[in-house]
């Protein structure tokens, strides 16, 4: 018996100082029959919340937790965005309605380290509402410069917005990477990649991200191909004085074109190799190179014979890539700098016919209205498409 009850107040002594300790140190027990203690169970905290909503969205959004719908009515910010600050313990779910359990989001959603809480609904469980049609590309560009996967929490992030992408029925990912001008824009001697641990980063403005290695970029391609991606390989070159605010004419100088177009052959058929060997189906080897393409613009400070040029790059990827093909033009104009027009957009290059698809990037208003409606931005944006890309489209029976 004396054995008996010095075992018991041995398993007992035991016991409080494993909880002294833990309470020390702040420490939890795995979840067991035992009771969690005090300092292990975790506290609502004020959580900032913005999410967006599909746009057919009517009335008005709350913020669900378990069978309370309503929770907490959101504030309308404008259009599809909504905020609001709730009490939400870590690692509680949650979700998004309009108003009852009949109309609660598609998604459950939980607090995560991210600044705020930034949120998406995909769509709510009542919703009839088809958002494709055929032929259409549902894609968006994956923000992967400056993505460094030895940081932490970057591996995790990326996984997150993969897996997010993917609720939101996205087919392709524009994936990018940057090389730069060196050295500085107004008469580049030199293309070439500046990765981490080259130097000192030239841009403060942050406008630029460093370039990322080959097997960076073929690690990020393989994980979103295991996902079901389909991928758009979009690299560019860049300077350093990239960004609003900067001299619009930076690059237009150029003395040395024979040089630049050297160089960016070597860039193109780089990215080519790279594209084939990881299987991307899409390949844009050019983006806003206006000032190289079109010799009506910049008051004729491009190169001679642009278009022979270029015809020239794209025979050397057909040679190393057998995907698809495109190039990206912009149209951009700057009213403070009238020497600078027109903008052509597509109409300003010459070599569509040796591509598979017309690329354009229109960086231009369409709509002077403050608070214009979806529909009025589809009719504004439909008319300038159609102006400035469909019709040469048609004409070479391009995409």
């Not at 459950?108 to 032929?135: R, Y």
């Not at 500085?184 to 841009?203: E, H, L, M, N, R």
């Not at 052959?265 to 299987?279: D, N, P, R, S, W």
């Not at 009213?335 to 052509?344: D, M, S």
Request: charged share 20%; with cysteine; glycine share 8%.
């Amino acid at each position: 018996m004396k054995t008996f009850l010095v075992s018991i107040i041995g398993v007992v002594g035991l016991f409080v100082a494993a909880t002294a300790v833990m309470f020390v140190f702040k420490t939890c027990p795995p979840q067991g029959p035992w009771p969690t203690p005090p300092w292990c169970i975790q506290q609502p905290i004020d959580f900032n919340l913005t999410v967006t909503v599909p746009y057919w969205t009517e009335g008005d959004v709350y913020l669900g937790v378990g069978n309370n719908a309503s929770y907490l009515k959101l504030n309308h910010l404008e259009s599809v965005f909504y905020s609001g600050t709730a009490k939400i313990g870590k690692g509680e779910q949650y979700y998004y309605s309009r108003g009852s359990l009949a109309t609660r989001s598609t998604d459950n959603f939980t607090p995560m380290e991210l600044p705020n809480g930034l949120d998406a609904v995909t769509d709510w469980i009542d919703s009839t509402k088809t958002i494709s049609m055929p032929g259409f590309q549902k894609g968006v560009l994956f923000g992967g410069s400056g993505w460094h996967p030895e940081e932490a929490g970057v591996n995790e992030t990326v996984e997150y917005n993969l897996d997010l992408a993917k609720k939101f029925g996205v087919e392709w990912l524009v994936i990018d990477n940057m090389w730069f001008e060196f050295p500085d824009c107004s008469d580049a001697q030199q293309i070439k990649p500046f990765y981490v641990g080259d130097g000192v980063w030239p841009d403060t403005q942050g406008w630029t991200s460093p370039t990322k290695t080959d097997q960076q970029m073929k690690d990020l391609i393989s994980r979103a191909k295991s996902k079901g991606f389909k991928i758009f390989l979009k690299p560019v070159v860049v300077s350093f004085a990239k960004g609003p605010g900067r001299d619009p004419s930076c690059h237009v100088h150029m003395t040395n074109w024979d040089g630049w177009f050297k160089d960016y052959t070597a860039f193109a058929v780089h990215f080519g190799k790279l594209a084939q060997e990881t299987e991307v189906e899409m390949y844009a080897f050019g983006t806003e190179l206006d000032i190289a393409t079109d010799p009506t613009r910049f008051a004729g400070l491009g190169p001679s014979n642009p278009t022979e040029r270029w015809r020239s790059i794209i025979k050397e990827i057909r040679n190393v890539y057998s995907g698809k093909l495109t190039f990206s033009v912009s149209c951009s104009v700057d009213p403070n700098h009238p020497e600078y027009y027109p903008c052509n957009g597509p109409d300003g290059v010459k070599f569509w016919d040796d591509l598979d698809y017309i690329g354009f990037e229109p960086y231009f208003s369409i709509t002077t209205k403050k608070k214009p409606s979806v529909a009025d931005i589809k009719d504004a944006f439909g008319s300038a498409l159609d102006s400035a890309a469909i019709t040469r489209a048609k004409q070479l029976s391009k995409k």
